[in-house]
Nanobody
Framework: QVQLVESGGGLVQTGASLNLTCTTSGFSFTDYTISWFLQGPGMDRESVACVDRRGASDYSDSKKGRFVISRDNAKNTVYLQMTDLKPEDTGVYLC???????????????????WGQGTQVTVSS
């Protein structure tokens, strides 16, 4: 059974940091690009960070320099380190798994094969 389980969300103040974790099971982790998406209140889901099978990463412009994505293939886990959080970072963070495609596809949610349920991040001003 395929599972992606996000954790680490919470309520923080502007400027704080949070570390999110996406723990996966039930599929061949190293065959997948893994991304973090943000579902903001009343907003479309947007990709904020992605890491491909080789460990190369990319970020949305609004998160570049503040977020760092990494993966641990031995633990089938992806991490998102978020710093200098802003109110516009508020929303549900979901991880998605993209089979055998690289970063050029990673920002399009329609390509994804598996999703987690998400973890809520709220940044107060």
């Amino acid at each position: 059974q395929v599972q992606l389980v996000e954790s680490g969300g919470g309520l923080v103040q502007t400027g704080a940091s949070l570390n999110l974790t996406c723990t996966t099971s039930g599929f061949s982790f190293t065959d997948y690009t893994i991304s973090w998406f943000l579902q903001g209140p009343g907003m479309d889901r947007e990709s904020v960070a992605c890491v491909d099978r080789r460990g190369a990463s990319d970020y949305s412009d609004s998160k570049k320099g503040r977020f760092v994505i990494s993966r641990d293939n031995a633990k089938n886990t992806v991490y998102l380190q978020m710093t200098d959080l802003k109110p516009e970072d508020t929303g549900v963070y979901l991880c998605g798994a993209l089979y055998m495609r690289g970063l050029e596809y990673a920002f399009g949610e329609e390509w994804y094969d598996h999703w987690g349920q998400g973890t809520q991040v709220t940044v107060s001003s």
